[in-house]
């Protein structure tokens, strides 16, 4: 494919998934967490009343998010337009702002080829696109992932004030809306001690001073109640003493990659939206679909496989840390992966399929490589026919959760919908009575 004919099918796919993401912000319903995060932003947006914490972590922790960042996220976009679909605009934002870093990253490293692939599996990824379009802390983050990576290759010769400051700053902020922020800070120390990125350590102290004051009114609300403080309820290293949690972690981390999503993005009821006729035509039509996306998983796992296998050849051939572009992105991809389990043998929570969310943009990262690699090869019209059935796949299997995913279906089959009081000015003041999946208990 020539230099225009490539870059009109990126724009093509940038459009696509961007309009899918639209529609299904148009869609979205709003449950107990996003109620949550509304009434932070509710409260900062029409009393000035600022919460210097955010939502409860999981049960099997305890506690509460740290920090007041929550609150800014949420209650700035209510500022500018009083609807619980304001903060998602934001979160939409993230998502754009995040793939165009990562396109000219993998732009700049691996070339024209490797973008439309990137395109494909990670702006079209269904786990990316389910979470870009509602409101909830896991989807703020991958803004956080794509500023690591942006920020550690820039420095992966010469160190930079700047980018040091962005990446501890920002990946420290970003505990104030997620605890998976750990994931980046263990891969960053990985890949550093691998050579793999250079500090500027006046960077890196602003940064940490950044994310350390923005932090003390937590703590101090914390000096008043310790209950706040989360994982007050677990304890460091629960998960490695479970065992299982880590490897459960490490195999969504193949899935990331694939179209095999998790059954709870895959709750589908087409009738609220197309009638019961249309839900018994189409819900055998996306059972085999869903079968077919699960088969998808095999290719993550050998594009790792082979991955793992070139990084160990180039060690083994004495070259050390990597030189070029492609074998720097590869061994990000691994150490990131290392980084997860580790966060998730340490981590007090029980892992979730959106504990690993922050790092999606470096589990895609194999794929990506190896189908670039195979397109230097006679492989390569076999590799095009497989990118464009994966795009088909993926598309299809995004319009089922725009129309029929719970988080995207008012009703149905076990819905997403929240009952609250009828007597409380936020219900008023930003429309909840009926809209987003809420409805008002009137007794």
């Keep these: 494919m020539t230099g225009p004919n490539r870059n009109r099918a990126l724009w093509a796919l940038f459009g696509l998934g961007l309009a899918i993401s639209l529609l ?4 979205a319903q709003v449950g107990g967490d996003g109620i949550s995060l509304l009434s932070r932003g509710w409260l900062l947006a029409a009393k000035g009343i600022w919460v210097p914490f955010g939502n409860p972590v999981a049960s099997s922790a305890g506690g509460y998010v740290p920090g007041g ?6 209650g700035l976009p209510l500022e500018l337009w009083m609807h619980p679909r304001a903060p998602v605009v934001l979160i939409l934002l993230c998502h754009v702002f995040a793939y165009l870093m990562l396109d000219r990253v993998v732009g700049e490293a691996l070339g024209g080829r490797a973008r439309l692939v990137f395109a494909v599996v990670y702006w079209l990824n269904p786990w990316r696109l389910y979470q870009s379009a509602w409101l909830d802390n896991s989807n703020y983050v991958f803004l956080t992932g794509a500023l690591h990576l942006w920020a550690c290759y820039r420095q992966r010769h010469t160190p930079s004030f700047l980018h040091s400051a962005l990446l501890v700053g920002g990946v420290g902020l970003t505990f104030q809306l997620h605890v998976d922020a750990m994931i980046p800070v263990i891969a960053a120390v990985l890949l550093w001690l691998r050579g793999g990125w250079r500090p500027h350590w006046g960077g890196v102290a602003v940064g940490a001073a950044v994310t ?4 003390v009114p937590f703590f101090l609300e914390v000096a008043r109640e310790p209950r706040l403080l989360p994982g007050s309820e677990g304890y460091v290293g629960r998960n490695l003493v479970q065992v299982w949690p880590p490897f459960k972690g490490t195999l969504y981390w193949f899935r990331y990659a694939s179209l095999d ?6 709750n589908f009821d087409f009738t609220p939206a197309f009638g019961a006729r249309a839900d018994a035509l189409l819900m055998p039509l996306f059972s085999v679909l869903r079968r077919l996306a699960s088969v998808t998983v095999i290719v993550s796992v050998a594009a790792n496989l082979w991955l793992w296998r070139r990084r160990r050849v180039e060690r083994a051939a004495g070259t050390g840390a990597p030189v070029s572009s492609r074998s720097w992105l590869g061994e990000y991809a691994l150490w990131s992966f290392v980084a997860c389990f580790v966060a998730n043998g340490l981590s007090p929570s029980v892992v979730t399929w959106w504990h690993n969310l922050i790092a999606l943009h470096a589990a895609v990262l194999p794929l990506v490589l190896g189908a670039d690699a195979l397109l230097a090869t006679h492989r390569a019209p076999w590799v095009r026919r497989g990118v464009a059935v994966w795009a088909a796949l993926s598309v299809v299997l995004l319009l089922g959760m725009a129309f029929a995913s719970d988080q995207y279906r008012p009703g149905g089959r076990d819905p ?14 930003l ?5 987003c999946g809420i409805s008002v208990d009137s007794e």
Excluded: I, N
Aim: proline fraction near 0%; glycine fraction near 8%; include cysteine.
């Design 24 to 27: 299904m912000l148009a869609r």
């Design 69 to 74: 960042l929550t609150a800014l996220v949420v």
């Design 212 to 215: 350390v004051g923005a932090l």
């Design 261 to 266: 999503c998790s059954k709870s993005l895959l």
């Design 416 to 429: 997403v919908g929240y009952v609250l009081e009828s007597d409380h000015e936020m219900v008023r003041d």
């Design 431 to 435: 429309g909840l009575a009926d809209c």
